[in-house]
């Protein structure tokens, strides 16, 4: 735009002086010197609307704010568009759109997963009955559906938007659903030609190994257990994960081709080193922590060792327990072995944590279910010292009671030294990997862990990748699978000669960025660094339109088998109950994720809390109409800012939109909500690019 110099204005917008034609808006002005002013409902070349209010700005002279897509310029006029007053306003009006927004921008489930499964894109498959598609969407992700629908901690359900109506989704339940009503299945790629060798066959490894075999690549897994499965078999009882639906679900590993080498041990019998002389193009270390770090309390050598327990049982062996049994720790192998106790005739079982009941670590989903087996809790709490009677064995456990300090940190609350009575305790607070004899070619880091990268799983040995407990240390299943499918998708990349050093450094910075530039800057990424990528979502927070709906539940064993059989507990939801179920998902999708400026607003305003979401509040329902083949109407979303309505009638022509309805009832349709084809649409999609 040239300005005539002779009818031009001087104005000065946030303390730059603007020149600007006389006629022209404060927003045009604004915009050409490069001033961001937030507006909804305004058109480029269209006159001037006014109705949403974001665009508000204070005029020097005047009380009230002006909306700066109609205010005109003069000549001395001086504008603010940043201020406290405007940026309180914009916020208010945004919270209003936002509590009247039924949509969301992408689901929390599916970031909260360690695994990040589409979760909601398999729930709508499942709701519409095809369990083979949708244990195919989740295996896309995390290949053993049924496995950890049995076990998993369930990071996804708390931050379930469901919850903010009435109980968040049974998520974990339903992928476990699609896993037990449909045939697991493993496509493979095209041969590579490339070996891959894997040690190690717990989640991590065997998880590895099934993105490996996708790619098409040849794997021998090593283990120096006589089955695979690790944990998974080992340590997890049956009456959590049954043996045959552990089989059932790696089956596919085998069918595939998967060799897998039993009783052979790392840093014992092979190396990554001599895999690799040994003809193997790349190796992946998952070799779990199988070692419990050993309690260094008084009377710490009375303890016996939770693995060790589970082991046991776990190989039928049935080690009997009497008397009270306290277990330390909260892990999922601390829940597993005081549940294992009571199967194996302890008379009372206590679970001693240091954390608070509703963060203990192996998630409310175990919290629950050994409480219902009569396991008491000694929530933040610390064992002191087991004390012992003649011959050695435990009478008693020394605690104290634990309090947050003014810094948060957990100490020792003054005066609450008390003990519980116990004829046995059980340790399951630290584990770490067992590396055999040690490996030169592996580093370690002050924990005895692997060190490897964060992203790719690639260690400091040419061809050596390590995921997993081996370098987290214990932390649940899905965390394990995820890594372990981050190293596979990181080696198949550098087999074909992906420069790993390059992305892992472009994911460290990417991680960094705030919300709205990773959204932008995700394209960059590719496809592998997308799905290795950490991200840091803003959650807005937006009305939700659901009538309540009880969520379903769990069938499980009869409580008097519960505390004396290894009898699965949890049966499982039949395809109907699954299916019901599923319908009571938001779907908290939307395909304008990032390309939205109602969403980078929320962001920038930070609309995190909005007083106006209530869960009685009315929010809009309206059915989307598809009839178009390109154009979606989804007025769910809709602001009724109307820009769609004056671009089709001012610029394209055909006049297809209109207001119908007022107030919050209001909503845009064509004149007769008759379909698109019928109200005459060009197709040009003036609409769809002007909707904000
Ligand atoms: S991206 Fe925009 S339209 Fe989609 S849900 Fe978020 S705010 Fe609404
Ligand atoms: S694997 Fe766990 S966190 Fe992921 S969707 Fe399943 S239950 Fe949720
Ligand atoms: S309602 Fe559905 S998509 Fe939304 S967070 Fe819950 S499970 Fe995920
Ligand atoms: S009121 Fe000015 S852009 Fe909407």
Known sequence: MTIDTKTSVRLTIDDTSVKAASGETVLSAARRAGIDIPAL???????????CRLCLIEVEGLDKLQAACTTQVADGLVVRTNTARTRAKRASYLRMYLSDHNSYCEAPCKDACPAHIDIPAYIKQIEDGDFAAAAATVRKEMPFPGILGRICPRYCEPVCRRGEVD???????????????????????????HRVAVIGAGPAGLSCAWYLTAAGHEVTIYDKAEKPGGMLRYTIPEFRLPESDLDAELQPLWDAGVRFVENVALGVDINPYGLLQAGFDAVFVGVGAWQTMPSRIPGHEAMLDALRLLRDVGEGKKPTLSGTVAVLGDGAVAFDAARAAVRQGAQSVVLVSRHPADDVEAGQRELAAARAEGVQIEALTEAKRVKLRKGGKPTALECVRLEADASGKLVEAKGSRFELKVDVVISALSFAPD???GDDELTLSAWNTLEANHYTGRTKSEGVFAAGDAVTGAKSAIHALAGGKRAALSIDAWLRGVDLPEL????ALYAGLPYLEQLADAPQLGELGQRLAERSPVWLKMGIAADRAARATMPTLAAAKRTTSFEE??????KKAAQAEATRCLQC???SLGECDLQRLGVEYEITSNELVRPSSRVRSITPRYEHPFIRRDMNRCISCGRCVRVCRDVAGPACYDFRGRGFLMEVDTPYGESLQLAKCITCGRCVSSCP
């Open 41 to 51: 409902c305004h058109e480029e070349g269209m006159a001037a609307w006014g109705a």
């Open 435 to 437: 590396l055999g004899e």
């Open 504 to 507: 892992e450094a472009k994911l």
């Open 569 to 574: 507990v949890e049966r499982g939801l039949k």
């Open 167 to 193: 109980e968040p989704i049974a998520i974990c339940a339903l992928h476990r659903a699609a896993g037990d009503h449909a045939p697991a299945a493993l496509v493979s790629a095209h041969p590579s030609g």
């Open 589 to 591: 999708t939307c395909p």
